[in-house]
């Protein structure tokens, strides 16, 4: 961050948006019209629109004592672009409303919009509006994203079958994990100020948690295999409340396997050494921003191509429930444990 202040209120509303959006590039030809009139303008050609919003308040979503800005900004556009993503489709726009304190500077957002146009840039998608507003007891952030999908492709939550093959993208825990250390450091802190935090150079975990990645490139695999998903949604409450969504929605159940859980080596010797089971992490922790999907069981041979998916179960009928089975060959009813919006924080 610079080591000036330029007051936002020096600006005004106006003057800071024009200040934050006086270098804005279009990526897609469907943005007519962006910044600067009384709406966006988008021509999509004919193909469906997909809108999806998130809002992210501070103290809640995030802690600024261990977020940088640049980051903050860049997974505020990923965590939208990933529920497009969830419904296979392709993010196009992006749209950001902001409430800001006085405690923050004209340098401070324009760290934070450093981040939001390298995620712009990063997938192909353009901001073409947005409002500014102040705050008294923080930041909130708030970002609704527009994509596009070819006539009645858009994958669903509640259109899984019997049968069908439970699949997900990358890895689980890590972010969980990465918040537990961060969270671990502030205390140590805010106790101590003069003890330094110690990250251990947990690349990965902290990595995770601070800057999540859209998985645009299972999309894009998924589509060259010619494999339409059943059910779709991405791993943001956890998987097993994600999954339990899933048959919630599509009034199904589901064998999950606990062998078959996805779980990088980084974070499984962070779990270790938190003292935490690192497939309880998997199952409970939030943000991993991973893809999880149901395909029809002919589909199975096209899907292992792919390193980054595994089958991880099946989807079964309402009346068996959802299980889990683990290592140990015991079985266990799947039980949501992920991220509760209005549970006391």
């Known amino acids: 961050m610079s080591e000036s202040r330029t007051e936002i209120s020096s600006l005004g ?4 948006i024009d200040h934050l959006t006086r270098n804005i590039e279009f990526h897609n030809s469907s943005s007519v019209i962006g910044v600067g009139d009384d709406a966006a303008v988008i021509d999509h050609y004919g193909k469906q629109t997909v809108i999806t919003t998130d809002m992210m308040v501070e103290g809640i979503h995030f802690d600024l004592m261990y977020t940088p800005l640049k980051h903050l900004g860049y997974k505020s556009v990923v965590v939208n672009l990933s529920d497009i993503y969830a419904m296979n489709a392709t993010p196009t726009q992006v749209v950001i409303s902001l409430a800001i304190s006085n405690k923050f500077s004209v340098e401070a957002m324009d760290d934070f919009y450093e981040g939001v146009y390298a995620a712009c840039e990063q997938y192909g998608v353009d901001l073409v509006g ?5 705050s008294r007891l923080g930041f909130v952030i708030n970002v609704t994203a527009i994509g596009e999908v070819a006539p009645n492709q858009f994958v669903q939550r509640s259109t899984a079958r019997k049968g069908d093959l439970l699949c997900v993208s990358g890895f689980l825990g890590g972010a969980f994990l990465g918040l537990t250390l961060l969270e671990r450091e502030k205390k140590i ?3 101590n100020p003069q003890i330094q935090p110690d990250l251990e150079n ?3 975990i902290v990595g995770k948690l601070l800057k999540p990645e859209a998985r645009k490139d299972i999309i894009a695999f998924l589509a060259e295999q010619s494999i339409t998903p059943t059910a779709m949604m991405d791993v943001s409450d956890g998987l097993s409340s994600d999954i339990l969504h899933i048959c919630t929605r599509s009034n199904l159940g ?3 396997y606990e062998e078959k ?3 990088h080596e980084d974070a499984r010797t962070a779990a270790f050494k938190f003292g935490l089971d690192p497939t309880a992490c998997a199952l409970s922790g939030g943000e991993d921003y991973e893809l999880l999907f149901t395909i029809r069981q002919e589909d199975y041979e096209k899907v292992i191509l792919s390193e980054e998916i595994i089958v991880i179960g ?3 009928e309402a009346e068996e429930g959802s299980h889990i089975l683990t290592k140990g060959g ?3 009813k799947l039980t949501a444990q992920g991220w509760n919006a209005f549970k006391e924080q």
């Open 202 to 204: 947990e690349k990965y």
């Open 13 to 16: 509303e106006f003057g800071l």
């Open 254 to 256: 589901c064998v999950l």
């Open 261 to 263: 859980i996805p779980i």
């Open 314 to 316: 099946y989807m079964t």
């Open 130 to 134: 947005g409002d500014t507003c102040s």
């Open 330 to 332: 015991n079985k266990f």
């Open 189 to 191: 802190f805010l106790e």
